[in-house]
């Protein structure tokens, strides 16, 4: 499910409060197990905030209040097929889900701007598809790169490869598709 932020924010509050002496060991302990079974953001909250990061994303990208929109949309309705993913009885692959993610922000951005939601369809996708990026793990092996560690850092930038070509296949897809079924570029 990603990495949970508020948990690792809980985490290291309850070190500097070992570091301070407020706890013991046995009451760290329970405390760390409180924190493991802490809930995460609700999902309309996640939906939300995915929809919001798309749509800022694609203004910064040059898009429009119109473009904003689009990639808004796109980018909640995105959540809800993660959310959906996550909660299979069999779930999907990493690899599938970023190509299938990538997809789907795609062709949900080409078919809102098809519909005249949206002028600047580069900035709507590259919203779109902003909440599927690895960002927290790209910085993290950065930094274990920095810090000599080479075996972890590498694997992680390795996985942020993986995913980020994963997306990259499902947009291109799309643009494929769309080229093939339409005969024309989209602009």
């Known amino acids: ?69 689009a990639a808004f949309a796109a980018g909640l309705l995105l959540y809800v097929f993660i959310l959906w993913a996550e909660k299979r009885e069999r779930p999907m692959s990493k690899i599938v889900l970023n190509i299938a993610g990538g997809f789907l922000a795609t062709f949900l951005s080409v078919v809102l701007y ?7 369809l580069s900035a709507i996708v590259i919203g779109a598809i902003m909440p599927l990026l690895p960002g927290v793990s790209f910085v993290t092996s950065i930094r274990e790169l920095a810090d ?33 079924l339409t005969g024309g570029i989209m602009l």
Not at 4 to 10: D, N, S
Not at 114 to 120: D, E, F, M, R, V
């Open 114 to 120: 098809k519909i005249g939601l949206g002028s600047n």
């Open 1 to 69: 499910a990603g990495v949970q932020l508020c948990k690792v924010a809980e985490v290291n509050k309850l070190s500097r409060e070992i570091e301070e002496g407020r706890w013991t060991v046995e009451e760290a302990w329970v405390h760390l197990e409180e924190i493991e079974h802490m809930a995460g953001k609700r999902a309309y909250t996640r939906m939300a905030a995915s929809g919001l990061g798309a749509a800022c994303f694609c203004y910064v990208a040059g898009g429009n209040i119109w473009d904003s929109l």
């Open 148 to 180: 000599s560690n080479y075996i972890a850092g590498s694997v992680r930038m390795l996985d942020t490869l993986i995913v980020t070509c994963g997306i990259a296949i499902g947009v291109g897809l799309v643009y494929i598709l769309y080229h093939r």
